[in-house]
DNA sequence: TGGCGCTCCTA
DNA sequence: GTAGGAGCGCCAA
């Protein structure tokens, strides 16, 4: 810390309204009714900058009737700010007591904001030789910047940030500080309403500021502008000097900086634990008088939490807890936690009695793994520094094999030694007589995996388990910790924080609180499986779970970790090329349209559409009142304006080049310079698996432009060549063979083109004389058929009008009248049972399937329908992954499984292997389960993934 | 900084 | 009409 004195003025409301929001998902009512969000966290935020900073002076400033110079110039100034609510209004009272009680001067003058206040301060306390720091979440202050001026800046997840000089030229892109003034009248700010420049957004006004310096600077040069921006500008001189001077800080308010009075001293600390009484405060009233008992005495205080070095700390209910977790940051969300207890009874590491221990490294470990080795049954939990399983390294293993009781290994952080730990437990994981329980294995399996550690024996994720059990819900441990325990867990962000740049690893999370929270983990996980056990037992959930589920674990976290090579070259003139093209469509709808805007905002192209050109005299509107500019609208007006094609071609590339051609090689992992995609295997409602960061399973094919991205998915070298497996039509097989629908089966059996087949039944003519139409149409209603059909459905996605359309599908379901009975067996099915099923069992919920709400009732119709089907084949190739992969394994191959696609699983084979894998392929896939139909499968190879479709 | 709406990519 | 994920704009309250 320098010589220098420093000042600290808070800007009050800002943290105010910043606390306030903070619990705006779960406010905070005391038994009195009152909202005390606003006030916990102001004063969360205000005993956190006295214990990081301990200032030597420091102020609060308030607003007091808004500012009335500003009102002049601009009626609507701050007009139509929302009504501050309530639970601020109330809480302002409250603070101003607290503050007094604490002997903080509160800083105010008649008719000024808290802006003004604090710059005419910090200006007069800089004379002085004061370096201050003005408190707030608020950019506006950039413009006060100076060397001895700074912004202290409380940032997402905790922390803050200090900007100087430096900070704000790179963060605005100014010269100087008081620029910002400028990029503020120039930009406008609508909290403020501060009008800004008309169409000058952020991007507009660095790029104005770079060039003109200033707004006086600009309006003097607008001739030098262009097109419709000119005018614009031009026609709004008067606004932007105004803006200008709206958003200008004054620095002549009539109040003055004495430094005695600033000074921090001692609070009333009585009168304080009083008022924080009132309104049951506990936790803060603890971490307060921390604060400034600390102050009170020496700064040689140690932690507290400081764990005696890896010493067993056996703990029955937890009573220090609390005033530990908040003794560094995290104040909010821990006093918010254990606020709740009181409001909800809901049980919590603090409440429940349990042996949680951290094992010492050396005999401990020894006698620990020996102890380990003796069990059955293990649940474990692994603590790493990362969610990304590739780059992620060991932190701790958490063990419980008994409720309330468990063991955590600190891993050390030498990498070295890490490993000769995990050798220690090698014995353990590769056991196969051990059941290993967790929740989310995968994850846990790949992280291994990276240590060369294979996890073998039986399987039990309680993730999965609770997916078959209730897919509808969420599978996170403490949603369901919540619902089937009544047990809240720690927080993870109570540890390291909320995600952002501050967030720690958990890796800087004291030992004890690392033992407290992954055995809290592992022991949860241990009784959510005994809970899931039970559950399971009913119908075909178990042998689902068995026979599918858990083995395609073990399958999904190798593709995972094998990932696919991606051509990053190629990809880069991809884009090159898509750039050039992007920019000649965007020339072309600029000089159409008579100006630029963003053409990727729906909103602003609507407008120039509809409300500029008036391309059509009705237009349709969406939901939230903008002109509707989906693709299908703008196709119909294509062939009468120029412009709309072009927009609809600029819309495909930008897409195409944002979403997949910018976007895949920036997910290229850098330690294995290949993608890994991650399947998520709990999500989708039917069975079916997602795949996401990057999502793989939606890389364009139909348009030429589109596919050819595929063709950056390569081989991983020249040794080996790509394999795409794809089912053929495996949802109309299944409902012709589930329907028993013998015009269909045969059909299939006698390896028709179904959709040709189908047009020759329902439109009476010989399947060779079937049109491209009527195929096209009949193809269109099979499909239609596997969503749940209507009339208006169809003639939406075919040129039928919607009698036709009714026609077709009435001669559709008279040729395939027992498919007709399957479906409305189906719904009758939901109705009695409140699900459907699968082939394997697999269950979907239907809440809604004996709604009153027609529209609502309709919807779990078509899910009734859909749902087996969608779900039957999503079955079927879970089968014949898991038998490939068995495969693959025992046969010791070099070609690896890579890629999921719903009905298409892609290979990386061994050249030398080909022939043998073609056929183990397809005859897994085509064998996989049993059907009155043949399953079929198309095999194509090649030196990328398009040319092996 | 986060959430929502819109749009668009797949099976 | 089914099932997903993702990028972008836009506005918070």
Same mark, same amino acid.
């Given at each position: ?422 050798? *220690? &437990?090698?014995?353990? @994981? $590769?056991? %196969? ?5 967790? #929740?989310? +294995?995968?994850? =846990? /399996? ?80 241990? *009784? &959510?499986?005994?809970? @899931? $056990?039970? %559950? ?5 959930? #178990?042998? +689902?779970?068995? =026979? /599918? ?95 709309? #094609? ?42 079916r ?8 399973q939606?890389?364009?094919i ?20 790509l394999l795409a497996a794809d089912y053929s039509q495996i949802e109309l097989r299944i409902i012709a063979a589930l329907s028993k629908e013998e015009t269909m089966i045969n059909a299939f059996k006698n390896g028709e083109d179904i959709h040709a087949s189908t047009a020759s039944k ?5 399947i060779e004389?079937v049109?491209?139409?009527?195929r096209s149409?009949a193809k269109t209603v099979n499909f239609?058929i596997i ?29 395939y009248?027992k498919l007709?009975?399957y ?15 699968t082939v394997l ?27 087996p089907i969608q779900g039957s084949a999503a079955d079927i190739i879970k089968i014949a992954m898991i038998n490939i992969?068995?495969k ?9 499984m890579?890629l999921q696609v719903h009905d298409e699983l892609v290979f990386?084979v061994?050249?030398?292997?080909l022939e043998t894998i073609k056929t183990l392929v397809k005859t897994e896939m085509e064998n996989a389960y049993k059907l009155e139909v043949p399953l079929d499968v198309e095999l194509g190879i090649g030196?990328?993934w398009?040319e092996a479709h």
């Open positions: 810390m320098s010589d220098q004195k420093r000042l600290f003025l808070v800007d009050a409301y800002a943290l105010i309204f910043r606390g306030y929001y903070a619990f705006i998902k779960n406010p905070r009512i005391n038994s009195k009714g009152l909202d005390t969000s606003a006030i916990m966290g102001f004063m969360n935020s205000l005993l956190d900058v006295i214990k990081r900073e301990r200032p030597d002076h420091l102020a609060v400033c308030f607003d007091k009737g808004g500012s009335a110079d500003r009102v002049e110039m601009f009626e609507a100034y701050k007009a139509n700010r929302d009504e501050t609510p309530e639970g601020i209004k109330t809480a302002i009272p409250h603070i101003c007591e607290i503050l007094k009680a604490m002997h903080i001067p509160i800083m105010v003058k008649d008719g000024y904001e808290a802006d003004d206040v604090i710059g005419t301060l910090s200006r007069q306390a800089e004379k002085e030789g004061y370096k201050t720091y003005m408190v707030t979440p608020d950019k506006d202050f950039a413009q006060l910047v100076t060397e001895n001026i700074f912004i202290y800046r409380p940032v997402f997840g905790g922390g803050y940030e200090t900007w100087g000089i430096e900070e704000v030229k790179k963060k605005f892109e100014v010269e100087n500080p008081l620029q910002v003034i400028d990029f503020l009248g120039m930009m406008g700010d609508s909290s403020d309403n501060i009008p800004g420049l008309p169409g000058v957004g952020e991007k507009t006004a660095k790029k104005l500021l770079a060039e003109y310096g200033s707004m006086e600077n600009l309006l003097a040069n607008t001739h030098e502008l262009k097109g419709k921006m000119k005018e614009k500008i031009e026609g709004a001189k008067e606004l932007g000097l105004l803006s200008k001077k709206l958003a200008t800080i004054m620095l002549d308010v009539p109040v003055t900086f004495h430094a005695k009075d600033f000074e921090l001293d001692q609070p009333d600390l009585p009168k304080v634990t009083e008022i924080f009484q009132e309104l049951e405060f506990r936790q803060l009233l603890a971490n307060f008088e921390k604060t400034f008992a600390v102050e009170a005495t020496s700064s040689e205080t140690t932690s507290a939490s400081n764990t005696t070095e890896l010493k067993a700390t056996p703990k029955e209910t937890a009573s220090a807890g609390a005033g530990q977790f908040s003794l560094f940051g995290g104040d909010i969300s821990t006093s918010k936690e254990t606020e709740t207890i009181s409001e909800f009874t809901r049980k919590t590491a603090e409440t429940t009695s349990h042996f949680y221990q951290s094992v010492a490294s050396g005999m401990a470990t020894k006698l620990f793994i020996k102890n380990l080795m003796n069990q059955t049954s293990v649940c474990f939990d692994t603590e790493t520094t990362d969610i990304n399983p590739l780059v992620a390294e060991l932190v701790g293993i958490a063990f419980s094999w008994e409720v309330g009781k468990g063991f955590y290994l600190p891993f050390p952080e030498n990498k070295e030694e890490a490993q000769e730990l995990i050798e *220690q &437990l090698r014995p353990f @994981f $590769e056991n %196969e007589s051990i059941q290993k329980i967790g #929740q989310n +294995l995968k994850y =846990d /399996i790949k992280v291994l995996a990276k240590y060369h550690v294979e996890v073998k024996g039986k399987l039990f994720d309680t993730m999965l388990a609770h997916y078959l059990i209730n897919p509808d819900m969420r599978h996170n441990m403490d949603v369901l910790a919540e619902t089937y325990l009544n047990y809240t867990p720690i927080s993870i962000e109570n540890l390291i924080g909320k995600k952002g740049k501050n967030q720690l690893s958990m890796r800087d999370v004291p030992l004890e609180k690392q033992t407290e929270y992954a055995v809290e983990d592992a022991d949860i996980t241990l *009784q &959510l499986k005994e809970h @899931f $056990e039970k %559950e399971l037992g009913e119908a075909n959930t #178990q042998k +689902l779970f068995d =026979d /599918i589920e858990i083995p395609l674990l073990r399958v999904l976290a190798a593709m995972e970790l094998e990932g696919i090579n991606l051509d990053e070259k190629f990809l880069n003139s991809l884009s090159e090329q898509l750039e050039n093209d992007i920019k000649d469509l965007e020339t072309k709808i600029y000089a159409e349209a008579g100006e630029t805007f963003n053409i990727a905002s729906p909103k602003q192209l609507g407008d120039i559409l509809f409300d500029k050109l008036k391309l059509v005299d009705k237009p349709k509107k969406t939901k939230t009142g903008q002109y509707a500019t989906s693709e299908d609208i703008l196709s119909y007006l294509a062939k009468d304006h120029a412009i709309i #094609q072009h927009i609809l071609d600029f819309r495909g590339l930008s897409k195409l080049k944002s979403t997949y051609v910018d976007a895949l090689p920036t997910q290229v992992e850098p330690s294995t310079g290949r993608v890994h995609t991650d399947y998520m295997q709990t999500v989708a409602a039917t069975g698996l997602s795949s996401n960061n990057p999502n793989l939606n890389i364009p139909r348009t030429e432009r589109g596919r050819q991205v595929r063709k950056a998915f390569i081989p991983r070298s020249e040794d080996y060549i329902v439109f009476n003519v010989p004389e049109t491209r139409e009527q149409n239609g969503y749940g059909v209507s009339a208006f459905g169809l003639s939406n996605q075919t040129d039928l009008s919607r009698s036709e359309s009714k026609e077709l599908i009435d001669t559709y379901y008279a040729t009248p007709r009975n479906m409305s067996e189906l719904v009758d099915f939901a109705r009695d049972n409140g699900y459907v099923q069992g697999r269950r979907r919920y239907l809440n809604d399937i004996n709604s009153r709400n027609a529209v609502v009732r309709g919807a779990a119709e078509r899910n009734a329908v859909n749902a992969y068995e693959l394994q025992t046969g010791n191959f070099k070609t690896k890579l990386d061994y050249k030398p292997e030196n990328d398009l």
